[in-house]
């Protein structure tokens, strides 16, 4: 069984990854399986620009979990989609030292549920987990995630409204 953590930058899927690899479990970090398949950079965006179809096509499964912001875009078993209310994300993309801009892009598109919309057109709601990470560690995060790959808790989703956080222009 396949298990895919996706959600915007800054949400926690490594941090989640990391703990589920200390306890046992296999787990890809998707950024580390894109190389190939780099076609350029998006300088205005600060972004690489990934030909995702052929990488989709291309991804082996494994019997495991795979973390990234575009795991959603895997044929997953399973996919959570980690949130973080906007405030806070922009102070952990802060502390990456992400670009000003790339920090308002990212919350923005937290606020507008871009992650879940793309998740929720690919996958059955039964499929699918949506975990607020805002006061949550990773050990209590990947608790929950692993519950819900067991089948110990049942899906859901669309209960985060984060629109109140967009910044008006």
Known sequence: MMCGITGTPGTGKSMVGD???RRGHTVVHLTDTVGPYVSGNDAERDARII???RWAAEFVPVDGFVEGHI??????DRIVVLRCRPDELKKRLAK???RKEKVRENADAEALDVCLIETVENFSPVQILELDTTARDATYCADQIERFEKGAIPADFGHIDWSGFLEVQ
């Open 19 to 21: 703990e589920l690899s």
């Open 51 to 53: 030909d995702t179809d």
């Open 71 to 76: 795991a959603h875009l895997l044929p997953c």
């Open 96 to 98: 990456r030292k992400y």
